[in-house]
């Protein structure tokens, strides 16, 4: 589904992605883990639009990705969450997820132009719909609270309805799990298996190893800018440079953070 050939990408002098080549298949989980600056999150603004690559293309469904703006490959069928909580913490949570839908602009600019009824159908719809991506990521009962008063973890998950909210048939999340205790992670879990088998395809950065390894069909590693290994999550934990290179050998994945 999405394909990334050769892809460089440098900060003036700072070369920071190296031929970096991956294929993430329409459905299943895929993770993509390495130590602190190996450069994953920058392969997320990659595919995403937020940077340009200094070399090499990126393809989803076929289509070249270069010089797309953002919204316009929102709309092909990816959305993001952000390392950096990115949610809007003065608006309830229901607001936050209609911000998301009206941004897909089915009412938002063109609303004045329809007739009252149709207008309060339109928006009936879009509340329903958003209640409903909020009980996809379990803050059903909490849709009215303000995202501020949020615990770290939901405003992770609040996070991801929004990105819901686009309708993405790939999900790329960027350390979902990061501020979580055991029991919100065990949950996440749970909602992303959820997510995968209602058809969406996941893309996963994360640094907890159990959940990374407990989750992904298919993990690729990095290592200062470079694919070191692709495979199943047994051979990564087996493999000797990922382990030198990030895992330890306790293999938990916390060498690059002590
Ligand atoms: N916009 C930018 N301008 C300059 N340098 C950048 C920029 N974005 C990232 N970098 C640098 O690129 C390298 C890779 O950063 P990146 O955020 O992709 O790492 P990461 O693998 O996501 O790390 P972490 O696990 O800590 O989130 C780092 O050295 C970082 O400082
Ligand atoms: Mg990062």
Known sequence: MLTLSSIAKNFGGLQVLQDVSLAIPERGIFGLIGPNGAGKTTVFNLISGLL?????????????????????????????????????????LLENVLVAIGRQGNSGAVSFLLPSAKLRATQRSERAAAKELL???????????????????????????????????????????????????????????????????????????????????????????QLIAQGAPAAIRADRQVIEAYLGDDGDGEKSRS
């Open 52 to 92: 340009a690559p200094s070399a090499g293309v990126i393809e989803f469904h076929g289509q070249a990705l270069t010089g797309l703006a953002p919204h316009r490959i929102t709309r092909l069928g990816i959305a993001r969450t952000f390392q950096n909580i990115r949610i809007f913490k003065e608006m309830s």
């Open 135 to 225: 009980a996809r990521v379990g803050l059903a009962d909490k849709a009215e609270l303000l995202a501020g008063k949020l615990s770290y973890g939901e405003q992770r998950r609040l996070e991801i309805a929004r990105a819901l909210a686009t309708a993405p048939k790939l999900l790329l999340l960027d350390e979902p799990a990061a501020g979580m205790n055991g029991a919100e992670k065990q949950q996440l879990m749970e909602e992303i298996v959820k997510l995968e088998a209602s058809g969406l395809a996941l893309l996963i950065i994360e640094h907890d190893m159990r959940f990374v390894m407990g989750l992904c069909h298919e993990i690729a590693v990095l290592n200062f800018g």
